[in-house]
């Protein structure tokens, strides 16, 4: 374990360094590398779903993913406001994957974890384009931050939290060893993180003390749960890591679980709040 911590941490520091380059740069860095985080997370998702015998329809996955990219571009809302792009992308999905089925062999469980797949990673991701243009090019990057901070800071403050004090399990048939101590340890890190980080940049964030305890409390929670629901999903596949991405980290989808959960919630409350 001491001769894997270096490793860990060098590919911590090479990815953060990666993440703040791709979130500086904008949409035409962001959208390439959706992309990539769409094709490997995909794969990743056909190699752990295959362990159990589950097909996925990898190909209509990656063209819907990428569709749904394309309408989750601000310009769209921007010119056609009317127009609510992703659900469009989504119903297009939909129907796609239902004539495919129709055609090659009306496959239920290819068809249903298809589109849990395309629920779960591309659309969660594509409101990373939104949220890097809310409310401005400017203004966008430091509203993007916000929940990889919160997340970040979760998984930071649950660790050592339950190392120190974890005793009553959080959720044993999914993932032993999280408690309910690390959970409290990680929502008050959070809290604390996102305090200290808005206040360093408190034009951008005129959060009161109340809404922002409310902000980073459902961002907590919303990182917890998506760490636990790909811990179910590998538990159900029978695998350790989604993959092997990152040295020291597991798979790519290890990485981004938090993300995925964090990202939605946090465009759906900037918009609510602002």
């Known amino acids: 374990m001491k001769d894997e911590l270096p490793t860990r941490v060098l590919s911590a520091l090479v990815g953060a360094g990666l993440l703040l380059l791709v979130l500086w740069a904008g949409t035409p860095l962001i959208l390439p590398t959706l992309v990539l985080v769409l094709w490997l997370g995909g794969l990743e998702l056909r190699d752990m779903l295959a362990r159990r015998g589950v097909a996925l329809n990898l190909p209509l996955f990656f063209l819907g993913g990428v569709l749904l990219f394309l309408f989750s571009l601000p310009p769209l ?58 409310p401005d090019g400017a203004l966008g990057l430091w509203t993007l931050s916000l929940p990889i901070v919160a997340s970040f800071a979760t998984d930071i403050g649950a660790y050592f939290a339950g190392r120190a004090w974890g005793r009553r399990k959080l959720a044993p048939e999914i993932s032993p060893g999280k408690t309910v101590e690390g959970s409290f340890g990680g929502i008050a ?67 981004i679980d938090s993300l995925l959960f964090t990202f939605p919630l946090t465009y759906f409350l900037v918009v609510l709040f602002t």
């Open 77 to 134: 809302y921007w010119h056609f406001p009317q127009v609510p792009w992703r659900e469009v992308a989504l119903g297009l999905f939909l129907m796609a994957a239902f004539s495919y089925e129709l055609l090659r062999g009306a496959d239920l469980t290819r068809l249903a974890f298809t589109l849990l797949a395309f629920l779960y990673l591309p659309w969660s991701l594509g409101y990373v384009l939104l949220l890097r243009e809310t």
């Open 189 to 255: 890190f959070s809290f604390l993180a996102l305090l200290l980080y808005t206040g360093l940049v408190r034009e951008v964030f005129p959060f009161g003390l109340l809404e922002l305890w409310l902000f980073s409390l459902l961002l907590s929670l919303a990182a917890q749960l998506g760490d636990l629901a790909e811990s179910m999903l590998k538990r159900y596949c029978g695998v350790k890591d989604s993959g092997s991405f990152l040295p020291g980290h597991g798979g790519l989808l290890d990485r």
